[in-house]
């Protein structure tokens, strides 16, 4: 008899947005798709002489983007779209929680939330939900589920707390180095084992 062990999945999360906005997103996918993407995006990096990738650089052909890249439409276009390419092609739902700072104040008038759940924590905690919403409407919740975030965000003391109250879990923090994520996961990890 073939016992399989079913794959985990994990759901990589990290904020961004500009002031008065605070955004947290996140794509789930399993151990298994996330080693290959990591591979796949690795080697388009490589390919094209970049160590990392962030679109605000990309967009404004700054950072690794400033030579070479500004003023050629076709390999910007091309690169891109390998991208683009290798992302659908692993991930297998994307998730995002967006909140306006003037929302957010007025509703704080309301229900004092300041000291439990000020924006990064209230957007990471719906991207959670989102998830796990996600996870059982696909059947899947006889899947495990890490969560993974960015660490280094404010209030992820708040983030982890409603986790771990809501959902029965502690998100794993870990430091947003330029490289692929699951060779930065902790041992301890579904997928660092």
Sequence with gaps: MLIVKPDPLLLYCDRSGQPPY?????????VSKWRSFDAQWSQALGD???EYFHMTEFAQSRGQFAVGWKDDERRRREFLL???Q??????????????KQQDWDAA???YEMSENLQPYALCGLTC?????????????????????FEDGDQHKAQLRTWCEKEHGTDP?????????????????TLAGR
């Design 22 to 30: 605070t955004a947290v997103a996140g794509a789930i996918s399993s």
């Design 48 to 50: 094209n002489g970049i």
């Design 82 to 84: 390998r991208l683009a």
């Design 86 to 99: 290798i992302f659908v092609a692993h991930v297998l739902y994307v998730v995002g929680a967006c909140v």
């Design 108 to 110: 704080n008038e309301t």
């Design 128 to 148: 959670v939900e989102i998830a796990d919403d996600w996870r059982k409407a696909q059947k899947l919740d006889y899947l495990s589920m890490e969560y993974i």
């Design 172 to 188: 794993i923090f870990q430091k947003g180095e330029h490289k692929p994520a699951t060779q930065r996961l902790p041992s301890n």
